[in-house]
């Protein structure tokens, strides 16, 4: 015995040094949730948080019910768990196209299209029998079609065409069919027409109308008025025009930021609004007859930060609603998909990975993703378990998914997904995206990315095996066992002697003739329903040949699966008597060549 431990010492140090250094890579499981196959990555969309769920719009590959158009679906975390909700339209190839999710006391409402109704306001509690028609805004076949839903004070507010009508007008809704109404009906006062986008600002609403007069309303007949645009006056259509566009709503406190394209005055500018004429004002990045084109107004620490152009270039700028207040952070970048997250601002600056703290000195690049003159055009920032998740492409592996603790070396590939789709959302503990599996030719499909704590499968302990040349050898690889939602699970072995092989699946069978003598270092797999691997288990099967007989025991590279902590060191050689194996830091001398690594230690 005393040669195996003199033979040993020594690889196990160096091994122990190894196992360090690879503790500082980490990986995070995403398993497959749906076999809807999408025939378009952009064929899943709409997500949003629903009671507990994931409801969303996608599209099948025709092979199934409903076929090829958008419908209606729900899913919690599990390939059993998602499913059609309902199929609005059933006419086959077309799809309701359900889109504009809002909720409101505990059901979601949204617009979709059927054949006998055209596009109209419908609402769903998550089930089939709670799925309807709120109300045949243009009654018939017509289309209402709302957009720009919204709440505000426990009414949904929306833009629709009416019966007879030509340009959508501002309605008002409880849910219900009978309180659902054209908001100059339901408060007694012209309210405008040809509305366009709306948006809760505070307590009220703001919305536009002509795409150049806005308006404000708190759903009462003193409290809805025009605040400004052009003509000054929306009764005389010939006065002068203020604004040639405005969009992007953004709600600051209870005042309005918006973009105004002010064609009387030659600017493009940041503008605010307190719901007055006088309160309402443009904040010049590029004073004067000038534009600064802003855009990504994005609230962030009492202050708006956007981006801007001026004589100076283009970069970030920020406001705290004065002209005073309103100047640049940095120049020399072109600021997009600007979003706060994790305490930062985190946006694609120079088409690369930025953040900042809202200060010159902390604007920095966090990383250069896809290096020299490419672009990762990193976009859908989120907050998930601690970090920012982000879609990018590195140039090499296509848009993947990332995740960045905000710093260079925390800035890392999610190397269990393939290419994903720009659709994302988080559900309590769980985060949704659609994305193809690390299988070469795989579909888009819906994932669920699991937390990086998340306990993987638990394999039953696979004791090390011994076999002789032209001897039938037999053995049970027993099924994993863990969270349900793993679950279907496949299962591969590699590193098996030759004349040997696996039946496949869980329970399944290792068996045969093994014809070369030696050491083998066996790896059991297994993978999700997409591919994803999710756990291992590894064992040595000792081939002795015909005879016995025996060479000079080694150690061979070590096996770390970072996912469960389980080390296992891998001899090689030896007669076939019994080995003890020890690595400092973690066990003594024992007889089991696998080591569990403390999470603390990972």
């Not at 952009?42 to 769920?53: K, S």
């Not at 054949?115 to 017509?142: I, M, P, Q, Y």
């Not at 601690?386 to 848009?399: E, H």
């Not at 299962?491 to 030759?498: D, E, I, K, N, T």
Request: with cysteine; charged share 15%; proline share 7%.
């Amino acid at each position: 015995m005393n040669q195996f431990l003199r033979y040993s010492r020594q690889p196990l140090l160096a091994l122990f040094v190894a196992w360090a250094l690879l503790t500082g890579a980490s990986a995070q499981v995403a398993i497959q949730v749906s076999t809807l196959t999408p025939p378009l990555p952009q064929a899943q969309r709409d997500f949003i948080a629903f009671n507990g769920l994931l409801i969303f719009a996608s599209a099948t590959d025709g092979t199934g019910s409903p076929a090829d158009g958008r419908e209606l679906y729900r899913a919690d975390g599990s390939l059993d768990g998602t499913g059609s909700v309902r199929n609005i339209n059933p006419m086959s190839g077309q799809g309701s196209d359900p889109a504009g999710f809002v909720a409101l006391s505990g059901k979601l409402y949204f617009a979709a299209t059927t054949a006998a109704n055209g596009r109209e306001l419908w609402v769903t509690d998550g089930t089939f029998s709670g799925t309807t028609l709120v109300k045949d805004l243009n009654v018939g076949s017509a289309s209402g079609a709302p957009r720009s839903l919204c709440v505000v004070n426990g009414k949904l507010y929306f833009s629709a065409t009416r019966t007879g009508g030509f340009v959508p007008d501002l309605w008002v809704s409880d849910g219900t069919e009978a309180g659902t109404r054209l908001l100059s009906d339901a408060i007694g006062i012209p309210t405008g027409s040809n509305v366009g986008d709306l948006a809760r600002i505070g307590d009220r609403l703001f919305y536009e109308i002509n795409g150049r007069d806005i308006w404000v309303s708190d759903g009462t007949a003193g409290g809805t008025r025009f605040v400004k645009g052009g003509p000054a006056n929306p009764l005389n259509p010939s006065g002068p025009a203020l604004f040639a566009s405005i969009n992007a709503f953004v709600d600051f406190g209870g005042k309005l930021i918006f973009r105004g394209n002010a064609l009387s005055m030659g600017e493009d500018e940041t503008w605010i609004s307190d719901g007055t004429d006088a309160g309402t004002f443009p904040l010049e990045a590029n004073p004067g007859p000038n534009a600064s084109f802003p855009s990504d107004h994005t609230v962030f620490n009492g202050n708006v930060y956007f981006n801007a152009t001026t004589p100076a270039g283009t970069g970030l700028w920020v406001t705290d609603g004065t002209q005073a207040g309103t100047r640049a952070v940095r120049n020399g970048l072109f600021v997009t998909n600007l979003r706060a997250v994790q305490g930062k601002l985190y946006f694609s600056g120079g088409n690369e990975l930025w953040s900042s703290d809202g200060t010159e000195a902390g604007t920095l690049r966090v990383k250069d993703i896809n290096p020299g003159a490419g672009s990762s055009n990193p976009s859908r920032f989120t907050d998930f378990n601690g970090k920012t998740y982000f879609v990018a492409d590195d140039g090499t592996t296509g848009r993947q998914l990332w995740a960045t603790d905000g710093t260079e070396t925390g800035t890392q590939r999610i190397t269990s997904l393939g290419e994903v789709a720009p659709e994302m959302a988080v559900v309590g503990t769980r985060l949704f995206i659609t994305a193809k599996s690390t299988v070469a030719g795989s579909p888009f499909e819906l994932h669920r990315l699991l937390a990086a704590d998340t306990p993987p499968p638990v394999s039953v302990p696979i004791a090390n095996q011994t076999g002789t040349v032209g001897t039938a050898f037999f053995q049970t690889i027993s099924a994993f066992t863990g969270p349900a939602y793993l679950f279907p699970l496949s299962y591969s072995v590699a590193g098996l002697p030759p004349g040997i092989a696996f039946s496949g699946g869980a329970g399944g069978i290792v068996a045969g003739n093994p014809t070369t003598a030696g050491v083998y270092s066996v790896t059991v797999s297994a993978t999700s329903i997409g591919g994803s691997p999710v756990g291992r288990a590894f064992y040595t099967i000792t081939v002795n040949p015909v005879g016995g007989g025996g060479s000079p025991l080694q150690l061979l590279a070590p096996i770390y699966d970072c996912l469960s902590g389980t080390l296992t060191l891998v001899p090689g050689g030896g007669n076939g008597s019994p080995i003890e194996y020890r690595v400092a830091g973690l066990r003594d001398w024992g007889t089991s060549p696998v080591f569990t690594v403390p999470a603390w230690q990972r």
